[in-house]
């Protein structure tokens, strides 16, 4: 399995300004990915980041709204820029190990 | 390409009964199948995996899942429900490199006591 854990576990934000949620993980992967769970619905995968790479992202998701960072293999950071309340969701990093996804815990974020 | 359908987007059990979620999955390639439970202001954690071999899987909790390819389902089960198991669980499956995942919508279970 997997230790992964996130910061912050959960913020309100103002429309308009941007959070960075970090991902930090007990043991170096190559693939670390990023979904976002809007209330009431299942996962939706923003983007997946290799280190040294940058990131790929899914259709609907672009660089500009959802910078990623990838500085090493046990760590990543999301940022939601110029946020509306439309983004208001859980954002959950995962990293795959022996075929296996494993999630963080997630970032509970309001935007008002 | 690779899809996953949950049928029931909620259900109801009475504790002490069984539980049986569905999951059917479509799939190009030989797939491997999961279930993920997710309690409460929490995220998702691995019940149990479907890969190769013995197609009956047992999860934590008493969970088991059976891989039934003709039926292309990999259907949830818990012989006797307990007011804990009351969660959202997803179904998702994936190719063998365990890149990409496709989860399902999701099945919102209560237990009523």
């Known amino acids: 399995s997997a230790v992964i854990s996130q910061k912050p576990s959960r913020d309100i934000c103002q429309r308009g300004t941007s959070l960075t949620i970090q991902c930090q993980v007990d043991s170096q992967v190559t693939m670390m990915f990023w979904y976002r769970q809007q209330p009431g619905q299942s996962l939706t995968l923003i983007a997946t980041a290799n280190q040294g790479s940058e990131a790929t992202y899914e259709s609907g998701f672009v660089i500009d709204k959802f910078p990623i960072s990838r500085p090493n293999l046990t760590f990543s950071t999301l940022t939601v820029s110029n946020m509306s309340p439309e983004d208001s969701s859980i954002y959950l990093c995962?990293?795959?190990?022996?075929?296996?996804?494993?999630f963080g815990p997630g970032t509970r974020l309001t935007v008002l | 390409a690779q899809s996953v359908t949950q049928l029931g987007s909620h259900v109801s059990v009475s504790e002490g009964a069984l539980v049986l979620l569905r999951c059917n999955y479509s799939?190009?390639?030989?797939?491997?199948l999961f279930w993920y439970v997710q309690y409460p202001n929490q995220g998702l954690q691995l019940l149990l995996k479907y890969t190769t071999g013995a197609t009956l899987v047992k999860g934590i909790n008493g969970f088991e899942a059976e891989f039934k390819k003709s039926e292309t389902s990999f259907h949830l089960t818990k012989p006797s429900a307990h007011m804990s198991d009351a969660a959202e669980y997803f179904c998702?499956?994936?190719?063998?490199?365990?890149?990409?995942?496709?989860f399902g919508t999701g099945t919102s279970l209560t237990v009523i006591p």
């Open positions: 995962s990293v795959e190990r022996r075929d296996t996804q494993y």
């Open positions: 799939s190009s390639v030989p797939p491997y």
């Open positions: 998702a499956v994936s190719s063998n490199t365990g890149n990409q995942f496709y």
